[in-house]
């Protein structure tokens, strides 16, 4: 399933050695079908890893035969030789694939500021390239992960055709996207103009309003390669939608698995003037660290929500705010409402619904709770 | 000392009945001097407490003579009740005094969301004012703590005028101030245009650039009240300067004392393009969480330093871009510097230098780490 559910696409998954401990850390994803048309989102922070900065260079022309991706090492802040790297990564894939390297895509993630044991990444490529398969997908999803404790994959299929991927992702995870690196598959038969609007449309309100920690990545990168196997060209609209779809699906994994997270968190923002406005409320009542501490801790602090509303420049008036937490009003006009101890918070979903009365849009941000899981983990992360 | 350093100030800090647990919880600051000059800065969060509402009214003919602040509550989001429960105080106040309401500040920090009990509140005004002191500065900064584990109080005497100060705020501090709460006073001659102009300057550079994590409160008020009893106007500069250290040093107790932390951190951009670029740089890498962690892990990860460089729009190149913790220039032009092992971590202050290579400016920024005992305190607060 995953990245091969779709027609017209192998994928392997194998342990290169670039993780110490010998799990899995290299994987390919090789487009077989007639056509070869691509897209991708990367990150918007400004300090882009080699990969991402390789993968838009060849990503222009929206034609992509295969992705090397690896975990082990993110190739971020690592220079010229960093970026000789990626290059000598493509180069390779390109060689052992029969195809060129400006139709290969690199993403890498781990560790920033650590050059990558190209000894074992280069043999990794021809070894991954060697058990290429139809049903690959699986182990392409296992070998990218890294504090994922599960790997995550997605696959909606229509009428002949068929929409699937693979993503990882657990700490990072912020707007921009998040250290999420995700490949996306389909055996429609569709240009890279439809594959880049459909990609656009979708990651805009899934993995960019994924917030888990506020902390955006130089390494995140959504691809999606179409095969054109299925033969089926759909409507615009309905490809879309599944493409949506999975990642919709594959963002919530990303948010259940987040680092040290006991709480998948919902801020649900209506009655905004402008979706703009409501994405920036969401945010901010996302990032809030004392809110998140107190979903921790079960504790329905509307107080924290109504501070974090108020560092925004959204249209609103203190005194019309209302907040409700998994479905009791709490904060009614700015001030208290129904009683707190109604609010049941035992469950990991929490629901806060924050109610600007300034105008008729919406939008939801995914968050998860603060810990002292997630403190421990990325305390010791580069260790 | 502390508010009582300063001649022509009296003050007392008493237990109101306010906090359950019969700690002092109200403190009362008058001016008795000739002068009753004063200035305020408040929080710019919009979603303001009544006292700050309150306070900024009466502070507009820049006159006070006296601050009712309690702890206990922070009557914010508490509606047309909770203005009236501050005006009210005012009141008390003023009675008991014998000046006006509108010469009278109040204060607040605490829960917020929660309606004052002003059955022990204003008979704890009455009884504060009785015990009005010449030396009751120490008992008015200990009645002002929350969360605090210390008192905090600050004092500059310069040539037959002083500068003094007391403080609260250990958690939520941030940008647009913190939750704290600081009354300064001084016995210079000085009018409240002349007070305004140096404790704007002031607060821009100290308070506003202390930033423990990020969420801004609905309470934050800093008050500098001027008796003229010293008969000495000093120079502007020097008075101004004289506000700043006593500011200073008030927001380095602050850093301090942060809830739960155990590392203060000092943010040090330089080479900026503008003082803006430098302050929006530093507040990225103050507030990276990420990066927070890795420094209680006493981990020295500049690839966060990086990525939340690359979060802002800041003039700079990434690979001009260098990062020095605690004087190891660890990352140089955008990748790997000198050795990581090198940067010795075991001391709680910790220094980040990060170069923009963009021009001459430079800004401080400080905050702390994000720690176990972070979330452990602000997961159980309004329990």
Redesign the interface.
């Known amino acids: 399933m995953s990245v091969t559910a779709a027609k017209g696409f192998t994928a392997a998954g194998i342990a290169a050695g670039i993780k110490e401990n010998g799990n899995p850390d290299l994987a390919l994803v090789v487009n077989t079908g007639p056509r070869r048309a691509a897209a991708g989102v990367f990150t ?5 890893a080699a990969p991402v900065l390789w993968s838009e260079q060849v990503l222009k022309d929206g034609r992509l035969s295969a992705v090397v991706l690896n975990s082990g090492g ?1 190739n ?4 010229p ?2 970026f000789q790297d990626t290059h000598a990564t493509a180069e390779k894939a390109a060689d052992v694939l029969g195809v060129g390297a400006i139709e290969v895509a690199v993403c890498s993630t781990g ?5 990558l044991p190209m000894d074992k990444l280069l043999p990794g490529v021809e070894k991954a390239a060697g058990s290429l398969s139809e049903h690959g997908g699986e182990k392409a999803a296992i070998a990218i992960k890294t504090t994922d404790t599960v790997h995550k994959t997605s696959v909606v299929t229509k009428d002949g055709w068929t929409v699937g991927g693979m993503a990882k992702g657990a ?2 995870l912020a707007p ?1 996207l998040a250290t999420m690196l995700v490949v996306l598959t389909t055996d429609a038969d569709l240009d890279s103009d439809a594959l880049d609007k459909a990609l656009r449309a979708a990651t805009r309100t899934t993995f960019d309003r994924v917030d888990s ?6 390494n995140d990168t959504v691809l999606l390669l179409a095969s054109g196997s299925a033969g089926v060209t759909p409507q615009y609209e309905e490809f879309a939608e599944a493409v949506r779809q999975v990642c919709d699906d594959l963002g919530q994994q990303l948010i259940r698995d987040a680092e040290g997270a006991s709480k998948d968190i919902k801020v649900e923002v209506i009655n905004a003037a402008t979706e703009d406005d409501a994405v920036e409320v969401g945010r901010s009542i996302a ?4 809110l998140k ?2 979903i ?2 079960e ?1 329905p ?4 929500v ?7 420049a959204a249209a ?1 008036e ?2 019309r ?1 209302n907040v409700a937490i998994n479905g009791v009003w709490v ?1 009614k ?4 409402g129904e009683d707190r101890d109604k609010v049941d918070m035992r469950f990991r979903e929490v629901h806060i619904v924050a109610d600007l009365a300034a105008g008729a849009e919406t939008a939801t941000i995914w968050t998860n709770d ?3 899981d ?10």
């Not at 920690?213 to 130089?218: E, K, L, N, V």
């Not at 990032?287 to 004392?290: G, P, Y």
């Not at 997630?374 to 260790?383: G, I, K, L, R, T």
């Open positions: 918007s922070n400004r300090v882009k993110a971020a802040c690592t220079g030789k960093g560790l920033i500021g650590v050059l700490g990072m921009g920690d506020g902390c955006m990545s130089t990032r809030n660290n004392l501490c107190a921790h801790g504790d602090n509307w107080g924290r109504l501070s974090a509303i108020g560092t925004t609103f203190p005194d705010l904060c006009n700015g001030g208290v603060l810990t002292a997630y403190v421990h983990e990325n305390s010791a992360y580069s260790s």
